[in-house]
């Protein structure tokens, strides 16, 4: 009967959360108080509001309950779409600054984009660019990838590398080459949202560890290790996504350690590696056995290329291959080729070098503009971790900045499930030019000079 419940129960609440009745910033009943009004056993109730958070609905505060978020609208900006959205966005985009979303193009790249299809279209044997390929890639795309990634102070030989569709395909390939539903799998506390996404496709479950300021902190990694077979480990050691931290070499190894003590493997993503001029050592290099990394040309040349690189070690290779095969069959090797090019002529480089130097400059900005207290970031970085005084929710920031056309991600989007979310916002500055970026920061500026904890039973309202 309880369970026959459920569904109906959380159905109920979210539609009232979406007509209003349930305004943004109310507190919602404590679990004793749900089960009693719905005849539910405590422990439905708290997985009412389980569910009710994965939708995006609720969200929980330490020591301070459950409260409306009202209708999710940020959870999925990391992969590439407008928190602006529905009805409202063609009347608002123009006005709407959107720091939400990272794909920091310079001017040029359309130039360069046109000079590269133009020398393509020129050559003979460009047909052969419309056929299927071979699920791992060209040879050609992955000597490319390997020339690429020792640059980026990774070594790797073609043979170890695969070709993806982008960063986000490459760690779906990890996950299926080593997971199997119900598995679990180590991730940092503060975490990329579309690898949540990914584990509740595939049946993951994610177990976050604590972060301090190098990154995973080993103690808990290990306690996690022992407490539950853990199948993977998955972070962003490099300028991680959103906190900016680079974890230095010696805890990488200690990382490694627990790792192979445990039969553990790795996923290192390095979508932002690029951003750090010199970096550690890749935890790839110190466990090849055991560690994939992920590699994606999104940031550090364009997001339309949806082009990435994945090495994998060497007895999973034919296994990850064969995932590429049943989810894309070969990535695209038409941008591909473009990519290849850009790596081999020299651009690629010359357009790390150039994004460094902007990524500076609008830290330079924010600096400027916002407490830098309340900052925390990498100094290379296209994004900030914007801390809010005690009191203050994030969602409630991100719905104020919003009602001013300002579109930040608010820190709900980067927590596990079942995991209170931070008082934080990330603000991305990749997505806009430099002016709007200054507009957008003021505002952001502004509104965060007015703050002061909100009476959340007045809905949250300043």
Request: glycine content about 8%; some cysteine; proline content about 7%.
């Amino acid at each position: 009967m309880v369970a026959a419940r459920f569904p109906e129960v959380v159905e109920r609440l979210a539609r009232e959360i979406r007509d209003g009745l349930l305004p943004p910033g109310s507190r919602m009943p404590t679990h004793r108080a749900l089960a009693e009004r719905f005849g539910l056993a405590p422990a439905t109730a708290s997985r009412v509001y389980e569910e009710l958070g994965k939708r995006g609905l609720v969200s929980g505060e330490v020591g301070r309950g459950t409260f409306v978020r009202g209708v999710a609208q940020h959870s999925m900006t990391d992969l590439g779409g407008s928190a602006v959205g529905g009805a409202d966005r063609s009347a608002t985009l123009s006005q709407t600054i959107d720091l939400s979303v990272n794909y920091p193009i310079l001017d040029g790249q359309d130039a360069l984009l046109g000079d590269t299809l133009r020398q393509l279209a020129d050559e003979k044997g460009v047909s052969g660019l419309l056929g299927y390929q071979a699920p791992a890639g060209r040879p050609r795309d992955r000597q490319a990838a390997a020339a690429w990634l020792a640059a980026c102070g990774l070594v790797a030989t073609p043979d170890d590398i695969l070709v993806t569709t982008g960063a986000q395909h490459g760690i779906a390939v990890a996950l299926m080459t080593v997971c199997s539903p119900g598995d679990s799998v180590a991730v940092e506390s503060l975490t990329y949202p579309g690898v949540k996404i990914l584990a509740g496709l595939l049946n993951l479950h994610l177990a976050p560890i604590e972060m301090d300021a190098q990154g995973l902190v080993p103690r808990h990694l290990e306690e996690v290790c022992r407490s539950r077979r853990i199948r993977a480990v998955y972070c962003m050691p490099t300028v991680h996504n959103p906190l900016g931290l680079v974890m230095p070499e010696e805890r990488r190894r200690q990382i490694v350690a627990i790792c192979r003590k445990h039969d553990v493997f790795l996923l290192e993503d390095d979508a932002y590696a690029f951003l750090q001029e010199r970096p550690p050592t890749p935890l790839r290099s110190l466990a090849p056995e055991r560690c994939f990394n992920i590699q994606s040309l999104a940031k550090a040349f364009a997001p339309g290329l949806r082009i990435g690189y994945l090495v994998a070690p060497t007895p999973l290779m034919e296994r990850a291959e064969s995932v590429i095969r049943s989810t894309t069959w070969t990535a695209s090797p038409i941008t591909a080729e473009l990519a290849s090019r850009w790596i081999h002529d020299g651009w690629g480089e010359r357009l790390v070098t150039e994004k460094r130097q902007d990524a500076a400059e609008r830290q330079t900005l924010v600096s400027a503009l916002l407490p830098t207290a309340a900052i925390q970031s990498h100094p290379t970085s296209y994004h900030v971790w914007l801390r809010l005084p005690p009191g203050v929710r994030g969602d409630d920031f991100v719905r104020h900045l919003k009602a001013r056309n300002v579109i930040v991600s608010p820190s709900a989007a980067f927590v596990v499930p079942r995991r209170h979310a931070a008082s934080a916002v990330r603000i991305a500055m990749g997505g806009v030019s430099v002016e709007r970026l200054r507009d957008g920061l003021r505002i952001v500026a502004e509104l965060y000079g007015r703050l002061r904890p909100m009476s959340v039973e007045a809905g949250g309202r300043w």
